[in-house]
Structures are given as C-alpha cells and as structure tokens.
C-alpha cells in the first residue's frame, strides 16, 4: 500500500546566536515554500518569498538566498542546495574581522541541526545514499546514511590555504560539522583533479546527489533498520 506524503513537511527553521556568530536557517529539502519572518541583514526578498510560496503549492521549484559573508562558503552551500533540491535561506552575521572559523563552522552546525529537523523520523526514505559528480578535471564520491549515528570522513586532498575567504582546511570542518549536527553518517572523497576549486565543488554537488537519494520516498512507511527504529 503506497503512503500519501505531504511534501510541504520536509521544512524546518533554526536560528543560533552566540558572541561570534548570529545565524538563521529556513530549508524546505523538497523545494518547497519555506516559513520566514524577517532578515537579520535587512534583505528585501519577503515578497519574492511570498510570491515562491504562493507557486510552490501547484509546482515544485527551488528558493536559494546564501548570505553567510564568505564568498565561497556560499557558493558551496548553493551547490549542495541546488543539486538536492532544498529551498534554502541561509543568513549570517559572524565575527569575520578575526577569521572565517567561527562563521563557517555555526553555519555547518545550523544547517545540520535544521536538516535534522526537517527530516524528522527516518521512515518512509531510502537513508542510504550515494553520488558522484565531475567538475571539469575533478571527480568526487559522497555516501551517505541517515544514520542518527554522526561520524564524517572527509578527504578532499586540498593544496592552497585559501579559496577566496575560505580557509581550505575549514572545507572539510563544515562537512563535519554538518554530519554532527545533522546525526548522519558521511563519506566525501575528491577522486582526482588539481585545482582545488573544481575539487571541492565536485565534492559539495556529490553529497548533494547522495542526500538527495538518501531522503527520497520509498512509498511505504517502514524505518529502514532492522533495529525498527533510527534514533
């Protein structure tokens, strides 16, 4: 017997304020509307918002606003965003006069936490998933297991300090802190490539593609464990 799914549930928000960082986080992980009060950077897209909302009860299509003041940091997110096909708000106002550390890893434990919720009980999806994906000369490989078991290896084999603002070695931090937050269980590996860019964005729509089947229905209701629950 199939299972009616209301894909309008898949949403959640999360905000998060410490004395480094103040972030909120909207996702809808099928492409939804998406619920959202008001910019902490004083944005002026409520009415794009509401016109996306609006469309999104007849048609599926996505919303990205990325606004986390590092460059490529949003450029990564967008990719893991538009290859899953999340609607997503990200906005964020961190103390990057010291460096991108505290902005880039709150901004991974947010997102994670907000997944998590949006996800809900693990019923009714795939929970495995995997996914390649080229950018040019570069070739990554994701798996993911909606586990409720956090654990994350991240291998990219970065050679500069930075891309942009983005501290190379806070790449993998954010995948890290993203596996943590979200309670599931990462694999990344950049195959092969030589310029660091073409790596990580290989590795970003990667992951993209493996949460994407991970999350995807089965048609039934059933927890994919022979524990009979994921928690």
Sequence with gaps: MSVQINKNNRKATASRITQETKIQIAINLDGGPLDFEHSILGKSYEEDLKIHNEKSLVESHQYLE??????????????????????????????????????????????GDVFHKAIGHIKGV???????APLDEAL??????LSNRPFAVIELGLKREKIGDLSCEMIPHFLESFAESARVTLHVDCLRGFNDH???????????????????YTGSNDVPSTKGVLF
């Design 66 to 111: 990325i606004h986390t003041g590092i460059g490529f940091l949003d450029h990564m997110i967008t990719a893991l965003a538009k290859h899953g096909g999340w609607s997503l708000i990200v906005e964020c106002i961190g103390d990057l006069h010291i460096d991108d550390h505290h902005t880039t890893e709150d901004v991974g434990i947010l997102l």
């Design 126 to 132: 795939k929970r495995f998933g995997s996914g390649f």
């Design 140 to 145: 990554s490989r994701a798996v993911v297991d």
């Design 198 to 216: 073409h790596r990580s964005e290989s590795a970003f729509k990667a992951l993209a593609i493996a949460i994407k089947e991970a999350i995807s």
